[in-house]
Structures are given as C-alpha cells and as structure tokens.
C-alpha cells in the first residue's frame, strides 16, 4: 500500500517514546536490508509481503516510527503486535487513530480520541484504510 502510518505513544496527551525493545523483539529478525545512517529498515514478513520501516533508536529508546510502502496481511500483524507491545497508536493522515487497545483512547490527544479504532489484526487496519 502506498500509506505512510505513523507510530506513537502517548501519556496525557502528549507524544512520549516507545521501548525499543518492543520493536526489536517484533521487527528486528524480520530485517533484510538495513541503513542506518538513513533510519531505515526493510523488513519481510512469512507471507511474502514487505514494508520500509523508519525508525531511530537511541539508547533504550525510540521516539516514532514510521511505515511505509507496507503489504498488507502478515507485515500488518507484525505492526498490531508491536503497538501492543510499546502501548503505542497508529496515525494515518485522514483515518482514525488504531489502538492497541481502548485504555489509549484516554491518552490521546483530545482531537484523536472521539474517532479512534481498536484493533486486533491486519483485517481490522485493512478495514479502517479502506474506508478513508
């Protein structure tokens, strides 16, 4: 797909980072092709599908995360596997905010909140792109 989704935690409303051990544990075996100069990481998922990853990770840490040029199906999974892991949400210009789970909703930003969607697996990010 050609959507650019952005990854990001949130406490109180504002952006917070992420654990970068969330994003190793899911992504990191997954890697095929890496620059690091760049931020970037090219992953391919069992299914066959692939995504361009931006990412920078500083100590224990990664403040976002972007996806882009993504398949659908498995690389999907992985990302609704990393957001429960980093308690993090997805943007995507012009669609609902994707929670990992409904106690976000509560740390979102006010303009976020009211249309945000849970999701559980790559049928329901596929379902809410769709409809954007």
Do not use: K
Not at 32 to 49: F, L, M, N, V
Not at 101 to 129: F, K, M, N, W
């Amino acid at each position: 797909m050609s959507y650019e989704m952005f990854v990001q935690r949130f406490e109180q409303g504002d952006a917070v980072p992420m654990a970068a051990d969330a994003f190793l544990a899911v992504f990191e075996s997954r890697v095929d092709r890496r620059e690091p100069q760049d931020r970037y990481w090219h992953i391919s998922a069992d299914d066959g599908g692939t995504a361009d990853l931006y990412a920078a990770l500083a100590d224990d840490t990664l403040g976002s995360l972007m996806i882009s040029r993504f398949a659908t199906g498995a690389v999907l999974d992985m990302l609704i596997t990393f957001i429960g892991l980093a308690d993090a949400v997805v943007l995507s210009p012009g669609c609902p905010a994707l929670l990992a789970h409904e106690g976000q909703r509560r740390h979102l930003p006010e303009e976020l909140r009211a249309g945000a969607v849970v999701t559980s697996s790559s049928v329901d990010v596929e379902r809410v792109l769709r409809n954007c």
